[in-house]
């Protein structure tokens, strides 16, 4: 058996001789922090959800089109916005449909009716599961109150908060702990002590 590294070039080509000789074991790269960059991705997409909330965090609604190029026009993605065609024959005034959480696309054209009629029937659905928040100068309609648009739902079970008695109050918690840190502490250092004389 022939070892890769001991191959001879072929024709009048130079002899490979490698002069691994730059500290490379100084320059390698280590991922011994993907753990905690994972709890910080998680804790970046709980923190985007918050702050646009109610709207999705997945962003605006998008069309279904076909993969461009005769290779890959046989299947369907999510494309970058839908049409003026489609907004308008699904209701929607184009110029407020990015407000509404719909992306908009002015340089799409439509190649088949069949994948129009797709997004107009996407956009139908998505227009009757949309929430309208009313701003405080618009008048709600009847039966309509700002805070039901959003209410949650009551918990299953009732929590019975214990009270505080009095003499738990005049207790610093956090000063009993540090105290008792510090004795544990000063114990150790006591038994070290007495090692060393021995």
């Known amino acids: 058996m022939v070892l890769p590294f001991c191959l001879m070039v072929c024709k009048n080509n130079m002899v490979p001789n490698d002069h691994l000789r730059k500290a490379w074991y100084k320059r390698v790269k280590t991922y011994f922090d993907d753990p905690a960059r994972k709890v910080r991705r998680q804790t970046a997409r709980s923190t985007r959800a918050k702050k646009i909330a109610p709207r999705p965090i997945e962003g605006p609604l998008r069309p279904v089109v076909h993969c461009p190029t005769a290779r890959y026009n046989r299947r369907i993605r999510l494309g970058r916005g839908f049409t ?107 038994k070290e002590e007495a090692k060393r004389k021995k």
Request: glycine share 2%; proline share 5%; charged share 30%.
């Open 84 to 190: 003026r065609e489609e907004l308008v024959a699904a209701g929607f005034d184009p110029s407020r449909a990015p407000f509404m959480g719909i992306a908009v696309d002015h340089f799409r054209t439509h190649s088949t009716d069949s994948l129009k009629q797709v997004n107009v029937d996407r956009l139908t659905a998505y227009k009757n599961k949309i929430v309208r928040v009313h701003t405080k100068t618009e008048k709600l309609p009847e039966g309509v109150s700002q805070p039901s648009l959003f209410a949650l739902n009551a918990p299953e079970k009732q929590v019975q908060w214990r009270v505080i008695k009095a003499e738990e109050t005049k207790t610093n918690l956090f000063k009993a702990k540090r105290d008792a840190h510090k004795a544990w502490r000063a114990s150790i250092k006591a």
